[in-house]
């Protein structure tokens, strides 16, 4: 007997006695796998934490909530799991939207009452065409949830303290995890972020003390902010601050963020940094060509040349992670090669953890530029804007960009060079670095050749045949191929999403969300008075960024709420708010 005919006896028992029975709701963070070996990765760091987050909008006694993270466990193939939710509720990035899909197909098939909820940055790049397969595609952040939670069952469903629920992690996970900020004050021109168009947002800290103190002692702390800087130079400074007066009790052991390049230039960042427990940062380099990088409108990244951050940051005591991006559509194979040998021969500096293809990331401005320039490939798949297949027509032939990314995937040509600088950094840096941390800049070694040695320790991979590397002819994963019969209205779920037609043109699907052009579709205008549920007058939503249209008559925005005379309120915090038209 499934954990679902157990379930559904204990719920009609409940009712008899009156209770009320628990909802039942599964978060899944949905994975396809860049790699194409779908091991479980139970030791790569960082692991999102959206499914965390977004369980907390549940009701702790109301809701009994299950996550499933694809990413760190693998392809959820257990059928009674997925027979088993009310509620069932997807999160992934974008290539993660077809796998989507298929959660859906299987769920709706085993339990056709299944209330399907998906976000996250595959549903905010398709707004409109998420819609067909959905019951609720949201477009906001994780508070969402909670209005979702009150239109499907009633508020009273919703958790409105939304305290992370760290307890459904697994029991094992390398480093705590938290988050101080959202979104990135910067606007890079290949970024996902960028094309989200989220403003930068701090959490208070008193926020980030009660992480702290709800973490266990003696871990390492990962923040998981996009840009751990950010806009605000002294709210960087409290945070330091708060961190070293916990750092000094001994509550944790070290932490590490992600940091943007303007942070490099005042040597105290650093040093408060490290007096604070840091132990590595990360920072995206992109590329060592000055041409590149305004080309990809990453500017704080002139600022200070590339190598002199890494040796600053290295020589006042913190690790330099960083990661490559190469445009073949943009430069020749041999000027990428040359970017490996720049960092393989550069004296001290740190190996990347990974390099990968820039991706033209849907409602970035690279994209939009890739569309207008016809640079896209025909038959494009959602699923291979994932780094390591050709997406773009390159300068060299595709043959060529292949076996480089084959190269990119596994070092296979460069391996004696890399044991090589990984020695020649371990000597470099034993005066500045602790033996921990030089272990780290080990890391990198298997990131670059063998990432399953590190991330999935003991398995073997399995490499995929037929690989060509370019996504006009990449064959489909075998996720695409049904655990079991569906029925025939999700069929079609399981056909990979086309970002292009056979003559490189924006298909059908994206041209609900996007011009011809590449440009996002305009959204729709919002009607200009709408009374809001329990207010009696009517009320005006300024500056709406976004709304989805729940039925007929009601929708959901993100703005400010502004009474009848002017007044805004809630002191002017953007909120959610479900709004009738009047
Ligand atoms: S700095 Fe990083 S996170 Fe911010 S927009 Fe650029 S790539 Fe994105």
Redesign the pocket.
């Known amino acids: 007997m499934g954990p679902s005919s157990g379930n559904n006896k204990n719920r009609f028992l409940a009712s008899l006695l009156g209770h009320r029975p628990q909802k039942r709701v599964l978060i899944i963070n949905v994975f396809m796998d860049d790699r194409r070996v779908y091991l479980p990765n139970s030791f790569k760091v960082p692991q999102t934490m959206a499914p965390v987050y977004l369980a907390g909008a549940f009701s702790r006694t109301g809701c009994r909530v299950r996550i499933y993270n694809e990413h760190r466990s693998g392809p959820l193939k257990d059928k009674s799991l997925l027979a088993w939710p009310d509620m069932l509720v997807l999160t992934g990035v974008i290539t993660g939207f077809d796998r989507m899909l298929h959660m859906v197909a299987y769920a709706k098939t085993l339990n056709p009452k299944v209330i399907t909820v998906a976000g996250g940055p595959a549903i905010r790049a398709l707004p409109e065409y998420s819609r067909e397969f959905f019951d609720y595609a949201c477009q906001g952040d994780v508070e969402q949830m909670q209005e979702v939670i009150a239109d499907a069952w009633g508020r009273e469903w919703a958790d409105p303290e939304m305290t992370p629920r760290y307890d459904l992690l697994p029991r094992f996970h390398p480093v705590d995890y938290l988050e101080t900020s959202r979104n990135?004050n910067?606007?890079?021109g290949?970024?996902s972020?960028?094309a989200e168009r989220n403003e930068y947002q701090k959490y208070s800290l008193k926020n980030m003390e009660k992480q702290l103190r709800a973490m266990k002692p003696g871990r390492h702390l990962c923040f998981i902010d996009?840009?751990f800087y950010g806009d605000d130079r002294e709210f960087f400074l409290a945070r330091v601050d708060l961190l070293q007066s916990f750092y000094k009790r001994g509550h944790f052991k070290s932490w590490s963020a992600l940091v943007?390049h303007d942070f490099f230039l005042d040597f105290e960042n650093l040093d408060r940094a490290r007096e604070s427990g840091c132990e590595s940062l990360f920072s995206?380099v992109e590329s060592f060509d000055r041409a590149e990088l305004e080309s990809y409108q990453?500017r704080?990244n002139l600022l200070l040349p590339q190598m002199a951050a890494i040796h600053r940051c290295l020589q006042s005591g913190i690790v330099f992670h960083y990661g490559l991006m190469f445009d073949p559509s943009r430069r020749s194979v041999r000027e990428l090669r040359s970017e490996i040998d720049l960092f393989l021969s550069a004296p001290g500096i740190t190996l990347p953890s990974f390099i990968s293809l820039t991706i033209p990331f849907l409602g970035t401005p690279y994209f939009e530029e890739c569309v207008r320039e016809n640079r896209l490939l025909p038959r494009l798949k959602l699923r291979d804007l994932d780094g390591f297949t050709q997406t773009m027509k390159p300068v060299d032939p595709p043959e060529a960009v292949a076996s480089l990314v084959r190269d990119l995937l596994s070092f296979r040509r460069y391996r004696r060079k890399v044991l090589r600088k990984a020695w020649e950094v371990w000597k470099t840096h034993r005066g500045n670095l602790s033996v921990f941390q030089r272990l780290q800049t080990l890391v990198n070694v298997f990131n670059l050749c063998a990432p399953h040695w590190i991330n999935s320790p003991g398995r073997f991979p399995r490499m995929p045949a037929g690989r060509t590397y370019i996504s006009t002819t990449e064959p489909l994963d075998p996720v695409y191929r049904p655990l079991f019969p569906v029925h025939s209205r999700y069929r079609d779920y399981f056909k990979p999403t086309l970002v292009t037609d056979d003559g490189g043109r924006l298909t059908e699907a994206l041209l609900n969300d996007y011009q011809p052009d590449g440009s996002r579709l305009k959204e729709k205008d919002p009607p200009p008075l709408l009374s809001a549920i329990g207010f009696l007058a009517p009320h005006r939503v300024e500056t709406p960024t976004r709304h989805t249209e729940k039925d007929q008559k009601s929708f959901v925005f993100i703005g400010r709420l502004l009474t009848p005379s002017g007044k805004n309120m809630k002191r002017g915090k953007r909120r959610i708010l479900t709004l009738r038209i009047s």
């Open positions: 990135c910067f606007r890079c290949f970024c972020l960028t996009n840009n943007t995206g990453k704080q």
